[in-house]
């Protein structure tokens, strides 16, 4: 699944990386010249739920999430990313 917010932040990718490593799902997180934060997450799929609804709902203690677009979401058999981690 990959994931782009259009928020105002604080630490986004720092509070989405130590989520993602709290609920076990691989992938990345970056900002983007355009102000939003994308990324990619991998796992089961009860654990890609539970982050989609972090990244929508909760976030960064000081965020405000405008929107959050979830893509590309798809079954796989073997995870693709080691990790998670953030992207610059």
């Known amino acids: 699944m990959k994931f782009e917010e259009h928020l105002d932040s604080v630490c986004f990718r720092m509070y989405t990386e130590a989520e993602a490593q709290k ?50 979401e798809k079954p796989i058999t073997k995870l693709e990313i080691r990790g998670f981690g953030t992207r610059y």
Request: aromatic fraction near 8%; hydrophobic fraction near 30%.
């Open 23 to 72: 609920l076990g799902v691989t992938g990345w997180v970056k900002n983007t010249r355009q102000g939003t934060v994308v990324g990619q997450v991998q796992g089961h799929p009860e654990k890609v739920k539970e982050m989609k609804y972090w990244l929508s709902k909760v976030g960064s203690p000081s965020s405000r999430i405008h929107r959050a677009q979830f893509t590309n």
